[in-house]
């Protein structure tokens, strides 16, 4: 494992408590999202990610659009999708987006696809459920023929032919950086190995230890079909402040008001103080100061072998100013301890 890790930030656009304790706009959480983004590249940072929904939590519907004015407002900082839910849109159209943002930003964007874990941009755009499957795989299958910038003859169920087509803009050097979502199938695992590209593996509760397997078969799958080997991220959600407790103090109540909504969408159960203490000690949970975050971030890295670790800083109602304080601490005391951690171990 090197100590030149890519060390990021991912964000949904929760909607946020404002200083009076009631529930902002979302223009102006979107305002805000922009402003954690230029901090971010005032930083170091390496990336920020901004997730897309439809729904009156999240605030973000057009990530490439946010994405633009991040990249008019920053210098360094990669930029790109949280997740793009792929079956749901339309490759071209993405490709376009994207190629657009790495223009305006002089090739600092990339794309992170992924099927999504909620469910309500199909109704929105007209696609059924049921195509869920098909609609995902035929929609890759063009967006890796996309990216390969050269007239593209494609055919399949899902939207008419393409007969030597050209896509408009190209990207300007090299190719439009890829990642596949993964959440933990492993058909995802080989699909990504197959259209040789970079995995992400969304890690949201768990030891991240268990996705060891899926590592490896990723990495199997990659030699069996003679590919070159290629990164693996990871995107989990967490939370820093000057002290563990300050920093569980802080997430408690907007992780338990975010997860009991959507759990009560899914028929699950309300979350408990013993589950979150569970997620933070032993899963997936980088919630404390910035020496237990930097250790766990080190040893999720060595035990998976990542080349990119991305923290979702954002958390159901988390007001702005502690998302900000947590990405200050993030990119001024996490990432070079990190570093120091993961050097280290090379001698």
């Known amino acids: 494992m090197s100590g030149t890790i890519e060390l990021g930030l991912d964000t949904f656009g929760d909607v946020t408590f404002g200083a009076d304790g009631k529930l902002l706009a979302q223009a102006q959480v979107i305002r805000n999202l922009v402003d954690q983004a230029v901090l971010a590249d005032e930083l170091n940072i390496d990336f920020i990610g901004v997730g897309e929904h439809h729904r009156d939590d999240f605030a973000v519907s057009a990530p490439e659009v946010v994405l633009a004015a991040i990249a008019a407002r920053t210098q360094r900082i990669h930029l790109g999708s949280a997740v793009t839910v792929l079956s749901s849109d339309d490759p071209i159209r993405v490709f376009q987006r994207f ?55 494609w055919q399949g169920s899902t939207r008419p032919p393409l007969k030597d087509q050209r896509i408009y803009p190209p990207i300007e050097t090299g190719t439009l950086k890829t990642w596949i979502g993964v959440g933990g199938s492993p058909e995802s695992v080989v699909r990504a190995a197959r259209y040789h590209l970079p995995m992400m593996l969304a890690i949201i509760g768990g030891d991240p230890k268990r996705f060891r397997p899926y590592v490896d078969l990723y990495h199997d799958a990659l030699s069996q079909l003679g590919g070159p080997s290629l990164p693996i991220g990871v995107h989990s959600p967490g939370h820093i402040a000057k002290t563990d407790e300050q920093a569980r103090e802080e997430l408690w109540p907007s992780y338990k008001q975010m997860h009991d ?16 203490n569970s997620e933070a000690d032993l899963g997936s949970l980088y919630v404390g100061s910035p020496e237990t975050v930097a250790k766990k971030i080190a040893n999720t890295a060595r035990a998976l072998g990542v080349a990119r670790f991305d923290m979702k800083y954002s958390s159901g109602p988390m007001e702005h100013a502690k998302m900000m304080r947590s990405i200050e601490l993030f990119g001024s005391k996490v990432m070079p301890m990190v570093r120091d951690l993961l050097a280290s171990d090379k001698g």
Do not use: H
């Open 99 to 153: 190629s657009t943002v790495n223009a305006i930003s002089n090739g600092r964007a990339e794309v992170i696809l992924g099927r999504g874990s909620f469910t309500e941009s199909f109704p929105l755009f007209g696609f059924k459920l049921n195509d869920y499957e098909t609609l995902f795989t035929e929609k890759l299958d063009l967006f890796a023929a996309l990216l390969k910038q050269e007239p593209v003859t």
């Open 261 to 276: 909504r959507i759990g009560g969408e899914r028929g699950w159960g309300p979350t408990s103080i013993a589950n979150f």
